[in-house]
């Protein structure tokens, strides 16, 4: 009998380990696609408003734009 109970509580063990392990992953993922938007929107704007200043806080020292010979 004990090793019955035992053999029906590790799958439903197994599910709520599961279950709530991929939560935090998801707001996570959720908080970075809504810090990439940030980022596009603020890039964009930087663009439209030929902010340079913008640019040298997003970008290293070495950064090139355009094709590399």
């Known amino acids: 009998m004990k090793l019955t109970a035992i053999a029906a509580s590790v799958p439903i063990l197994v599910l709520v380990i599961v279950y709530q392990a991929q939560i935090p992953v998801q707001q996570k993922n959720e908080g970075a696609e809504q810090e990439l938007i940030r980022?596009?929107?603020?890039?964009?704007?930087?663009?439209?408003?030929?902010?340079?200043?913008f640019y040298d806080r997003i970008t290293t020292d070495d950064y090139t734009w355009g094709p590399h010979p």
């Open 39 to 53: 980022l596009e929107n603020a890039w964009a704007d930087a663009w439209v408003k030929s902010d340079a200043a």
